[in-house]
């Protein structure tokens, strides 16, 4: 059974970088089989998908975050990164990460998520 | 870019109704289509993939239809499991904004 668990800091503050890591047990993040993805809620509002990345390395990225967005990956540690540069009190939300399957299958492991809040 | 636009955005039911949620796409997306449950402080869980695709250990009273820029969400009987907020997503795309399912 894949598991999968988000982790980092839970204050940061504004102007900084957010560092978010999503470890994966119970399956290889090698797998061909699955992109990795990040999504985010903020209180009380819906989702938004940041982006997600392949084993490989390859990435695709939402529009509106891909300034300041990079999801990358290291299969050694059967992990996958979060870095959102600059951050304002916008970005306080709940970072969920995923494993989306490949060929629109959806996503279908998800983490608890995990509360992040922008403030000095 | 593509937007999701989900209608209704809260919708109240009881137990035992049919319950439909719509979902537009502002451009064709073909059937790549996922819709998403989710509880109060909980991840989102999947119910329904490339448009219609029943995911496997969901129950059969939801149900998914639609191609192109339209698609809807079907709670045949609703349960009082179901009710929770509700999200079309395109597929390595946006959410809509979610449909709330309340307790008539």
């Known amino acids: 059974q894949v598991q999968l668990q988000e982790s980092g800091p839970g204050l940061v503050k504004p102007s900084q970088t957010l560092s978010l890591t999503c470890t994966v047990s119970?399956?290889?993040?090698?797998?061909?089989?699955?992109?990795w993805s990040w999504i985010r809620q903020p209180p009380g509002k819906g989702l938004e998908w940041i982006g997600y990345?392949?084993?490989?390395?390859?990435?695709y990225y939402n529009p509106s975050l891909k300034s300041r967005v990079t999801i990358s990956v290291d299969t050694s540690k059967n992990q996958f990164s979060l870095k959102l540069s600059s951050v304002t009190a916008a970005d306080t939300a709940v970072y969920y990460c995923?494993?989306?399957?490949?060929?629109?299958?959806?996503?279908?492991?998800w983490g608890q998520g995990t509360t992040v809040t922008v403030s000095s | 870019d593509i937007q999701m636009t989900q209608s209704p955005s809260t919708l109240s039911a009881s137990v035992g109704d049919r319950v439909t949620i719509t979902c537009r796409a502002s451009?064709?997306?073909?059937?790549?289509l996922a819709w998403y449950q989710q509880k109060p402080g909980k991840a989102p869980k999947l119910l329904i993939y490339?448009?219609?695709s029943l995911e496997s250990g969901v129950p059969s009273r939801f149900s998914g239809s639609g191609s192109g820029t339209e698609f809807t969400l079907t709670i045949s009987s609703l349960q009082p499991d179901d009710f929770a907020t509700y999200y079309c997503?395109?597929?390595?795309?946006?959410f809509g904004q979610g449909t709330k399912v309340e307790i008539k």
């Open positions: 995923a494993r989306d399957r490949v060929g629109g299958y959806g996503m279908d492991v």
């Open positions: 119970g399956g290889s993040i090698s797998s061909g089989d699955y992109y």
């Open positions: 990345i392949y084993y490989s390395g390859s990435t």
């Open positions: 451009q064709s997306i073909s059937s790549w």
């Open positions: 490339k448009a219609s």
């Open positions: 997503q395109q597929y390595g795309g946006p």
